[in-house]
């Protein structure tokens, strides 16, 4: 049950993620709250027409992730030190530069194929769970991070918490960073599932990206172990 559970807690906090930086204007709460009931509502009118067209609800999720969110710097994250500055920074030639920014580039694509396709396909799975986003305390600092808590009501007695880490773009829009499903760090494990491939494959990170196929359900599996 837990592993099924936060399988579906992942999906939905991804749909978070999404409608969270469509509304550039609004705060980190009003982002969250606001437009995950919008993308609730998106879902449901798929249901009518999913079964004859389901494509047509893939290439809709598709694009408003193309248009929201940031799946360069998301997978860049994820590469660890192998997509950061300093890594970049510290490459003597153009060539080794040249590389580091292929593999970004590949990286990047694989890794928003396989969110996309997953989860356009497990967003159709939520049916009317009730949905709470809990008001920022008084004294939040807007400066830096900020954490949006949500509570997502299921079988159980106890609301299931998603815990969403946003900052401000440097347009001053709001768009989320990080997701936490009960204790659970997504990007950390993202990132440890490449490091592990980094491993396997003896750091040949061409082999890493060609190979990333291990989709987002069987790595929430076993972190949820």
């Not at 497990?122 to 709470?132: A, D, P, S, T, V």
């Not at 401000?168 to 499903?181: A, E, F, P, T, Y």
Request: glycine share 8%.
């Amino acid at each position: 049950m837990l592993k099924k559970m936060v399988m579906a807690l992942c999906l939905l906090a991804w749909a978070g993620m999404v409608a969270a930086a469509s509304a550039p204007q609004r705060g980190p709460h009003e982002v969250v709250a606001g437009t995950t009931q919008e993308l609730m509502k998106v879902i449901e009118e798929a249901r009518t027409y999913v079964a004859t067209d389901p494509q047509r609800f893939n290439a809709e999720v598709r694009r408003i992730m193309d248009e929201v969110v940031d799946f360069q710097s998301f997978a860049r994250g994820v590469m660890g030190k192998y997509g950061s500055r300093e890594y970049y920074q510290s490459l003597r030639t153009e060539e080794e530069r040249a590389q580091f920014r292929d593999h970004v580039i590949r990286f990047t694509q694989n890794f928003k194929d396989g969110l996309i396709n997953t989860y356009a396909k497990g967003l159709l799975g939520f049916n009317g769970n009730k949905i709470e986003v809990l008001p920022l305390p008084a004294d939040a600092d807007l400066s830096g991070s900020v954490g949006v808590r949500q509570h997502i009501y299921g079988e159980r007695a106890a609301p299931y918490e998603v815990v969403y880490t946003l900052r401000r773009d440097r347009d001053g829009s709001w768009k989320l960073r990080n997701v936490i499903i009960e204790g659970l760090n997504l990007g950390l494990i993202y990132q440890n599932q490449f490091l592990t491939a980094v491993s396997t494959h003896k750091g040949d990170l061409d082999k890493v990206i060609s190979n990333w196929t291990v989709a987002p359900k069987e790595v929430m599996e076993q972190a949820a172990k």
